[in-house]
């Protein structure tokens, strides 16, 4: 059964809770833009692709509520004045994840574009962005097949492991796959594009603190999937590449990003730069994986990027349901405290990994390598077309 972490049909946008996962699936419904604003900033949903997929999709519920009922302005201007402005408001959920300000941009002008038809109405630009907004989700499943297959691709004719022919392993960070996006993934894409070419020997996820999306989401993702793979806390990633490094055969570190800068530097979940830093020392490759609309090359470098710093208390705490032997009560959930009451807490949500620890950038139309000088040249991927479009 494929997982579905979000289910539309027009008029109707639900999304599976990722903060009651592993344990629990519940589906809420999102009726309007601050729905939307709401989960994602309470991270109901997370993922740069999905969060702008969600944030588009539930404008588009809400105008289409508004019509069916009879409340939607004749006027073009109107409604494109009140688009613009919820679109606006819905960049603010999560200022990091540039997917998000990247579809909120690209569908205000297409918007602005429906104003300018001859006889141009209300309900002509609401259409005009409801299908934009539904071709979102539909582009990115067909993106994140083809980010899969690259990255796997690149992996076995880049690394001994892969050269071998004996399946390699693969570590990941934070959660990348069908929760984080329309569906199948971009870094545990990759994982499951080599499963499913039976090249994959074992995937390793890491719990991914403060919210372990690792453990509750990934670990999640890996089970529903019966892709051979182990949990690993993120202080564990060095020993594991030291000792199973060569027996396991792991030819690569593989994430996913919430903003690519013009020269590559990488903003990603925290963590990922430590993850980077012993690739490196360790000969590993270390890849990101993300679709173009990642990429913001108005960006110069990592330095530009603003990083989301969340509550202290994500640290301090644990959140769970009550566990008693072997059996886990779902029915009751518990916060616990694990640290020293009046402590104070850093509590940063990305960090940015630096361009020269990264071997390659996989997209939807193959993998961009650092070039002779060093350096990443974004350009030419955006001139061509992606496979199996439409």
Known sequence: MVLEAIKYQRGNLEILDQLRLPHVEVYDKVESSKDAWHAIKEMRVRGAPAIAIVAALALAVELDVVQTNGKLSESAE???????????????????????????????????????????????????????????????????????????????????????????????????GSLATAGYGTALGVIRSLHSSSALHHAYCTETRPYNQGSRLTAYELVHDSIPASLVTDSMAGALLRIKGSSDRIAAIVVGADRVAGNGDTANKIGTYALAVLARYHGVKFLVAAPRTTIDRSTRCGEDIIIEERPGQEVTTVKGPRVTGLDIDVDHTEVISTAARGINVWNPAFDVTPAELIDGVITEVGVVERGKDGVFQFQNIFELEVDGQA
């Not at 679109?87 to 300000?101: D, E, G, H, I």
């Not at 907004?133 to 690394?159: F, H, P, S």
């Open 78 to 176: 109107e409604v494109q004045a009140f688009i613009a402005e919820k679109l606006q408001y819905l960049v603010t959920s999560r200022p990091t994840a540039v997917n998000l300000a990247d579809a909120a941009t690209k569908l205000g002008r297409l918007i602005a574009s429906a104003l300018r038809a001859q006889d141009a109405t209300g309900p002509h630009v609401a259409d005009k962005y409801i299908t934009a907004a539904e071709q979102m989700l539909v582009d990115d499943v067909r993106d994140n097949r083809n980010i899969g297959k690259y990255g796997a691709e690149w992996i076995l004719q880049n690394t001994e492991g892969g050269k071998s022919g004996d399946g390699v392993s693969v570590l990941t960070h934070c959660n990348t």
